[in-house]
T-cell receptor
Framework: EPEVTQTPSHQVTQMGQEVILRCVPISNHLYFYWYRQILGQKVEFLVS????????KSEIFDDQFSVERPDGSNFTLKIRSTKLEDSAMYFC????????????FGPGTRLTVT | GQNIDQPTEMTATEGAIVQINCTYQTSGFNGLFWYQQHAGEAPTFLSYNVLDGLEEKGRFSSFLSRSKGYSYLLLKELQMKDSASYLCAVRDPGAGSYQLTFGKGTKLSVIP
């Protein structure tokens, strides 16, 4: 069964450093998402992406964040200058269409900012 | 604003039935979702309701009442592997067509 993959599974970085989290969505999906989950808290929407541009973004997704689809398979989330409060699990998800009833989540990248 | 409420924790016995409730207040509504999340893992899709009524899928059923802003997830014949967090999520066109807004999740512990 096709699945969303994410790398790395765990990333440790120092405050102020740039990180890039990578995702490979399911191949025939057209909509891509990033969510984050701070330890012990709820899953929060960050951004959605379609047709090579951002469709929606939340208040969390400020100028420090950016997304890109550099080739036909990868979907990346960049945090330019990490802060301690960026420490969280970051989930990539994809869906076939915007109103698909199912978004498929990847296994997540645990980002630890020290 | 949006508000999605569900109990923080529940405990149930193996083989029993448990009902996890979710209430929501959103400016719009375009579907309610239930996801299962084991500790340290990704959420996995369980069910979707957009019309009132009960959707059954094996041991799992989900119910929706749009007029009451209420849903529940029913798990039958509980197994130890059902110990997980259960996340209620709503798609609210007022917040954005694509995104899911999640509740804080209900941590279910299944005991022998």
């Amino acid at each position: 069964e096709p699945e969303v993959t994410q790398t790395p599974s765990h990333q440790v970085t120092q405050m102020g450093q740039e990180v890039i989290l990578r995702c490979v969505p399911i191949s025939n999906h057209l909509y891509f998402y990033w969510y984050r989950q701070i330890l012990g808290q709820k899953v929060e929407f960050l951004v959605s992406f379609y047709n090579n541009e951002i469709s929606e973004k939340s208040e969390i997704f400020d100028d420090q964040f950016s997304v890109e689809r550099p080739d036909g398979s990868n979907f990346t989330l960049k945090i330019r200058s990490t802060k301690l409060e960026d420490s969280a699990m970051y989930f990539c998800a994809s869906s076939k269409t915007a109103d698909s009833y199912e978004q498929y989540f990847g296994p997540g990248t645990r980002l630890t900012v020290t | 604003g949006q508000n999605i409420d569900q109990p923080t924790e529940m405990t149930a016995t193996e083989g029993a039935i448990v009902q996890i409730n979710c209430t929501y207040q959103t400016s719009g509504f375009n579907g309610l979702f239930w996801y299962q999340q084991h500790a340290g893992e990704a959420p996995t899709f369980l069910s979707y309701n957009v019309l009132d009524g009960l959707e059954e899928k094996g041991r799992f059923s989900s119910f929706l009442s749009r007029s009451k802003g209420y849903s529940y997830l029913l798990l039958k014949e509980l197994q130890m592997k059902d110990s997980a967090s259960y996340l209620c999520a709503v798609r609210d066109p007022g917040a954005g067509s694509y995104q899911l807004t999640f509740g804080k999740g209900t941590k279910l512990s299944v005991i022998p």
